[in-house]
Structures are given as C-alpha cells and as structure tokens.
Nanobody, 119 residues
C-alpha cells in the first residue's frame, strides 16, 4: 500500500551534518504522520523525530536542538536535517509512515539507511 525509500545516509565526522530524505509512494492520502526511527547494533529501535500531517513535530531528547524534521510541499517527502552529529548517532535510520484505514492504524517502514559518525 505504501512504499518508503530512504536516502542520504553515509559516513560523516563528528560535528558534521547529513540530510536524510524519505519518499513515500503508493496510497499516501491516508498518511497521518511520518517519523524517523533509528536502531544501533544491539539496541532497541527508537523514535528520533516525527511530524504530523498538520505540521506538529516531536523529537527525542537526545537529538533536540540538533535535528530538524520537515515535509515537502507535496507531503510525500520527509526530510531530517542532522547537525552536530555525534558517534552515538550511528545507527540505521528508518522512515516510518502511519496510516488509518477503516479506523485501523497501520505502520509502514522503509528499508533503512546507514548513518555512521566516526573520525
């Protein structure tokens, strides 16, 4: 129903910046919110940032003030601007879309993009 494709990951030095993108395709009209999650090796997947269709944003405390989430004008593209990256930001970053159909919530996931912060 919904396909999500992330891009923009890579290797960056501590203090550097990266821009992640997520493009949604398929039946996207029912997307209520889009989020960025990340998962480091041996760790649980955690919410990094989220944005609703109305533009409300949320951030994990660990990235507050450093990361900025936004959506494109067509609402089918989501971005994550990551500044002042730290080694602990190293993880696979996943795009997530939340939809509601017949009052039932669904979560859709991209395949992830690797972000490595190392000197």
């Amino acid at each position: 129903q919904v396909r999500l494709v992330e891009s923009g990951g890579g290797l960056v030095q501590p203090g550097g910046s990266l821009n992640l993108s997520c493009v949604a395709s398929g039946i996207t009209a029912n997307i209520n919110a889009m989020n960025w999650h990340r998962q480091a090796p041996g760790e649980q997947r955690e919410l990094v940032a989220g944005i609703t269709s109305g533009g409300d944003t949320t951030y994990a405390d660990s990235v507050k003030g450093r990361f900025t989430i936004s959506r494109g004008n067509d609402s089918d593209t989501m971005y994550l601007r990551m500044n002042n990256l730290k080694p602990e930001d190293t993880a696979v970053y996943y795009c997530n879309a939340q939809t509601t159909r017949w009052a039932r919530p669904y979560n859709w996931w991209g395949q992830g993009t690797q972000v490595t912060v190392s000197s």
